[in-house]
């Protein structure tokens, strides 16, 4: 996934899940223009946030309609279904779930009832309070309906009924009464029938752009969608910020004081290479951070090789600051999914070769140095020195362009747990050892933020450092499947944080061992390479997203807010 792609990295070995991002969002305001497809397209920039699910939302002015279902954005829409989409605003969802398990019932965009019609939504991000939230809805709204009702269990779907509003509030109007109360990372895209809105967490934790199309307007998650729908970046979405953009043109207002704490793992892992992020090239950001690296550790080598494809970046700045050639010594076949067909005990025994290569003849009698972007269990690294051993390499370096990743991260990053990071228990030589490695050496913070060129105190760094910019609620009310468990007895002031609003919290042991605790599996979670397994078989899943009737899966239409169950 660095590089942003799920394909790329750490997805080598059955069992070794890398770090995934919560989702990719896209929307448009055009008259005139197919926005289905420039939705589409606009996704498919996206999949690397997102490979569990995609939906797409269009209106016409007087009517919603929906299409959405499990899988990738080319196996969830073709021609037909997207020819079904009409309209001039659309709002594009692809999902990796970070509250709530993969299922369909949870797929975005999600729907809902407001004073005046529907509002369909795609969030980024994960919400910190959402227990707070739930019971808040549950204050206003006794009787349970919508998404919730359906038996949706994100935190996009308590947001979504917050915007029900009251009777005589706007769609907007009710926004910025509900965007105040909302705590952690959100990147909201939504609309009603005649409006598109964009609105960014005050602490910016997730990017979100805006663009110019010669007849409107698009935002999405990073520049890439923009490029590939031909639009022109105009600025980011600011944090605190929410736009509207009807009829009327483009208009700004804010909903909090703005706090930046941008996501530094963006700009190591997550974004997409060709995407900046608050006016900084990723690729440039990760090929500095090799060059530190190359720095901050030498070594006498013949060749520096990367780990397909998420070392590539900041194995070219390794190889540029120290004069060692660059070459690519692994092999990787990208369309090696997870299998549903259990290999054999011997072709178990090779695992990563499923997947990775050695070039012998590049590789063979050669000390070479290997550069990736982390280490998060370590199976993989170990995996490849044995490799490499094995194709004839005299001595194996192993280089990590970012510090040792020892925290889990609450707004929007699905790491694995505490306990499963072999950085947490182990120092850098015992990790070494672990992974058969001649010598390792990880990039320092310093060196890392330096590369992103953006002041340290606009980063969230907390997957390395354990302090969260933004407060955590009590270990009870944090988890995946938070919305999944019984609802906890109690106030909603105990859902709160001791810590003042807006102060960064250095986490305990403790408090992090609790709250993954509380992350208990529900048996949807997708394996390693569930980035491009078909989670349906793509015949069945075209039956199934044929337009039918509203509630089953595949396509519905929203005309009539009062039909809404």
């Known amino acids: ?37 420039l939705s589409y397209f606009g996704l498919y920039a996206l999949q690397h946030r997102g490979q569990e699910s995609a939906g797409i939302a269009t209106s016409d002015g007087s009517k919603i309609l929906i299409y959405k279902d499990m899988g990738l954005v080319a196996q969830v829409f073709n021609e037909a279904a997207l020819s079904t989409l009409i309209g001039h605003i659309a709002v594009g969802h692809t999902r990796y779930s970070t509250t709530g398990s ?77 965007l105040p109360r909302l705590r952690g990372a959100y990147c909201l895209v939504f609309m009603d029938e005649t409006t598109l809105y964009a609105a960014r967490d005050p602490q910016g934790v997730r990017p979100l752009v805006l663009g110019r199309l010669e007849r409107g307007w698009v935002v999405a998650s990073e520049t890439a969608a923009l490029d590939i729908v031909g639009a022109s970046f105009v600025r980011e979405v600011e944090p605190g910020e929410l736009i509207t953009i009807d009829e009327n043109g483009l208009r700004s207002q804010r909903f909090a004081e703005s706090k930046p704490a941008g996501c530094v793992f963006e700009y190591v892992y997550l974004a997409r290479p060709d995407t900046t992020i608050a ?54 076949n990208s369309y090696v999914g997870r299998t549903f067909i259990q290999p054999s005990e011997t072709i178990r025994q090779r695992g990563i070769k499923l997947k990775l290569n050695p070039l012998k003849a590049v590789i063979k ?42 925290w889990p991260c609450f707004y929007g990053i699905d790491f694995a747990s505490r306990a499963e ?16 490695a001649d010598s390792l050496g990880y990039l320092s913070p310093e060196g890392m933020i330096a590369a992103t060129e953006q002041p340290r105190d606009r980063l969230c760094t907390a997957c390395f450092t354990g302090v969260y910019p933004i407060p ?36 305990s042991d403790a408090s992090v061992a609790a709250a993954e605790a509380s992350r208990t599996s529900d048996g949807c979670d997708p394996g390693p390479d569930a980035e491009y397994e078909p989670l349906l078989d793509p015949a069945s899943m075209r039956a199934s997203t044929r337009p039918t009737t509203r509630g089953t899966q595949g396509q519905f239409m929203i005309g009539d807010p009062g039909r809404q169950e």
């Open 365 to 406: 009698g050669k000390r070479l140095i290997v550069v990736d972007d982390s280490i998060v269990r370590g199976n993989t690294q170990r995996a490849l020195v044995s490799m490499l051993r094995e194709a004839g390499a005299a001595e194996v370096h192993v280089r990590i362009s970012s510090p040792p990743i020892t």
């Open 1 to 37: 996934m660095a590089g942003g792609d799920g394909l790329l990295g750490h997805d080598l070995l059955q069992g070794e899940k890398g770090p995934q991002d919560a989702c990719g969002v896209f929307g448009v305001w055009a008259p005139g223009e197919e926005v289905a497809k």
């Open 421 to 436: 990071l072999i950085a947490t228990g182990l120092g850098v030589d015992e990790v070494r050892q672990a992974i058969g």
């Open 472 to 507: 955590l609620p009590d270990a009870l009310h944090l988890g995946k499947n938070l919305l999944e468990r019984t609802a906890p007895a109690g106030s909603t002031d105990s859902t709160r944080s001791t810590a003042s609003a807006g102060s960064p919290v250095v986490a």
């Open 102 to 178: 993969s299922s369909w019932q949870n797929a975005q965009p999600t729907l809902g009832r407001t004073s005046s019609g529907t509002v369909a939504l795609g969030h980024n991000g994960n919400l910190t309070n959402t227990a707070e939230l739930l019971q808040l809805v549950h204050e206003r709204y006794p009787k349970v309906e919508g998404e919730l009702a359906r038996g949706n269990t994100t935190d996009t779907a308590v947001i979504t009924a917050l915007f029900t509003g009251d009777l005589d509030h706007t769609l907007e109007a009710t926004a910025l009464e509900v």
């Open 279 to 332: 006016g900084r090239g990723v690729h440039e950001a990760r090929v500095e951070m090799g060059r530190r690296l190359a720095a901050e550790y030498p070594v006498e080598a013949d060749l520096v090789i990367p780990t397909p494809e998420s070392g590539t970046p900041a194995a070219i700045g390794y190889a540029q600051a120290s004069g060692i050639p660059f070459g690519q010594g692994l092999v990787k």
